[in-house]
Each structure stands twice: as C-alpha cells, then as structure tokens.
C-alpha cells in the first residue's frame, strides 16, 4: 500500500485578500508559518519517507518547516506546481467579477492538462515510492482537482474549499484509489476537524 498525503500550503496575505495566487510567488505570512510548523509537529508522530514539493516559496517554505520536524528527503517536482489561472492571477473575487463575468478567465490551464499533470505526477511517485508514506504539500486548486477526480466528483473543485495547513490523503493498494480524509485540520492551531 501506497500513501500519499497532500497538504495545502500556508496562509499567505494573497489567501487572506482572496487573490488567485496561481503561478505567482507569494511568500507565507504569520499565520501560515504558524500553520506550517503545526503540520511538522503533527506528521512527527508517524512515519514518513519522503516529502515532495511544488517549487513555490510558499508551498516550499511550508514543506521545510515540515521537513525541519521530520528530517526526510525534500524533493521539489514541477508536477504538483498550482493551477495557472492565466489573466485572473492576482485579482480579488470582485475584480475577477468585474473583469470576468462569466468566470471564464483568458490563458488558465486548462482542465485536461490539470488531470494529464496530476495522474502522470501520482503515477510517477506511486512507481517511484511503492509502498511508502509521501508528503505531497502543493495548493488548493491542484489538491482539489485531484479529490474532485478521485470522488468521482463529490469533493474538490467548485464544491469545496481546502483550508491552508490541511491534510488530505490518498491509498493506493492493487490499483484502487481510496480517499482516507479529505481537508483534516485538527492539528492546526484554532481548527476543527472535516472529512
């Protein structure tokens, strides 16, 4: 059995402002870091073998904090990089609605090449890590494109919203995929508990 679990990077101002972060580089503030620090004082108490990052500072920052408590491999891979939102990047949601009425925002990826990037990239870890535990910390809209996929569309993408510091986890046994939690938050500071 495989287990991958995928964290969502820290809180950034950009996360605080509601702006499409994307393929921007927005540092952690505050409150992220204090996020971060709380996944590797959690994941601690499990074993690990390796951790894989977007190379984003701010969900690489979050993997080093992480990485800090667990003293494993940190691996950067361009395949867990977040969604390009194209002209959209930046902007607030008001922006974005004037701008984009119709939601529709010119140059973002699109979701074809999300799925293509995301199955290539579980495949590539679940061959290179068989049977291993793997942190995966990448972004929101990446993460739930994958649980939108792997739900058949119960969770993720324009359903739900995975908090900064979250955990989600996927299993991998005999070529089955099964969700084990989706959005935990219990090990972060002032943070309830979902599935």
Not at 68 to 84: K, R, T, W
Not at 85 to 109: C, H, M, Q, V, W
């Amino acid at each position: 059995m495989t287990k991958i679990c995928f964290i969502r990077h820290g809180e950034t101002d950009w996360n605080t402002a509601g702006r499409l972060q994307g393929l921007t580089n927005t540092p952690l503030n505050d409150k992220g870091i204090e996020q971060a620090k709380a996944c590797g004082q959690y994941l601690k108490e499990s074993h690990w073998d390796v951790i894989l990052t977007s190379p984003l500072s701010r969900v690489k920052t979050t993997a080093q904090w992480i990485q800090h408590y667990l003293n494993i491999p940190l691996i950067e891979n361009e395949a867990f990089i977040e969604v390009s939102f194209g002209d959209a990047e930046g902007l607030t949601p008001e922006e974005r609605s004037a701008k984009f009425p119709s939601l529709i925002y010119p140059n973002k990826e699109k979701e074809a090449v999300i799925k293509d990037r995301f199955l290539k990239g579980i495949d590539l870890v679940n061959n290179t890590y068989k049977d291993k535990n793997i942190l995966i910390i990448s972004h929101g809209a990446f993460i739930n494109a994958i649980f939108h996929h792997y739900s058949n569309g119960n969770l993720g993408t324009g359903i739900t919203k995975l908090t900064n510091g979250s955990m989600s986890t996927l299993k991998i046994a005999d070529g089955h995929y099964t969700i084990i939690n989706y959005d935990q938050t219990s090990h972060l500071p002032m943070q309830g508990s979902s599935i």
